[in-house]
């Protein structure tokens, strides 16, 4: 950084700091902190404020914000119109109430359904079905806000009430956002983030093709795999009169076009090999 002050004993110690100089600086780390000056300021502040809305430098956050610097530092200025941040998507915890709770053995599980109509991915479902040695077997039946509210889901045939109260109320979240994510692919993808946070970890997943019957032997059991996020990728041809750029879906290991058979593509997920991996980026979901 390069000082320039114009009094008197800034001439006389060129190479020190002068009184003013000295304010400057002290007036600059009670403003903004300390270590304003070093040179990953901008960058860890930016990713302060990004946090909440679950981004980073590392995300294409430019999408959605623009960066100032004002008298109180680093300021995010919202491009995207009515952008929440995750913890405002987060509902209430619903207390437990001690009437409800039971010592009844649990008889039906629930999981969680991704209807596709071909290739196309549609929407979320919660299922439930009769256990059978721990597993969800017979009488399939998608949940929906009633059956949650209804007498029986209190007397515990579902086990702990709550987790899927709170689940069945993001995943119509996501659902609502979905339609129109074209226009507003964070919101969404945040919602789904908040599908995947709140499910727990006994529920199986499952794909589910429309139009099919609602049993075990219509549902793929596929399962959540959260160590690697798929990154877009392009390949580039060069035919005889043009360069023709391919963008293809990196996996771990392999990548694939958009319209391989190999895959299930959503904006939020990629389906593989029985493995659901999440994306992440808000520019990757955007752009598929």
């Not at 390949?235 to 023709?244: N, P, S, T, Y």
């Not at 391989?260 to 959503?266: D, E, G, M, Q, V």
Request: glycine share 6%.
């Amino acid at each position: 950084m390069v000082m320039q002050c114009n009094c008197d004993r800034a001439a006389r110690h060129k190479a020190h700091y002068c009184q003013p100089q000295w304010e400057a600086l002290q007036f600059l780390n009670n403003q903004l902190g300390e270590g304003c000056l070093k040179p990953d300021y901008f960058d860890n502040q930016i990713n302060q404020l990004l946090a909440p809305y679950g981004l980073s430098t590392a995300d294409d956050y430019m999408t959605y914000f623009g960066v100032a610097f004002g008298k109180n530092g680093v300021e995010l200025i919202k491009k995207v119109e009515g952008l929440q941040e995750i913890s405002n998507f987060r509902l209430p915890e619903i207390s437990k109430t001690p009437s409800f709770q039971t010592t009844a053995p649990q008889t039906h599980g629930v999981g969680l359904m991704l209807e596709f109509n071909g290739k196309a991915f549609s929407y979320l479902k919660l299922v439930s079905a009769k256990l059978k040695n721990g597993e969800l077997a017979t009488y399939f039946r998608t949940l929906t806000s009633y059956d949650l509210a209804s007498e029986e889901a209190f007397l515990g045939i579902y086990g702990e009430i709550n987790p899927l109260l709170l689940l069945e109320k993001f995943v119509n979240h996501f659902n609502h956002e979905y339609a129109g994510y074209r226009k507003n692919t964070a919101h969404a993808l945040l919602a789904w983030r908040e599908v995947l946070a709140n499910m727990p970890a006994q529920y199986p997943i499952y794909v589910h093709e429309s139009g099919d019957n609602l049993s075990l032997n219509h549902l793929q059991r596929i399962e959540l795999n959260r160590d690697f996020t798929p990154e877009l990728s392009f390949q580039l041809f060069e035919d005889e009169q043009f360069f023709r750029l391919e963008p293809r879906i990196r996996l771990p290991e392999n990548s694939y076009t958009f319209g391989s058979k190999n895959i299930l593509l959503s904006p939020f997920f990629v389906i593989h090999n029985n493995h659901l991996y999440p994306i992440n980026n808000p520019a990757v979901a955007k752009d598929i």
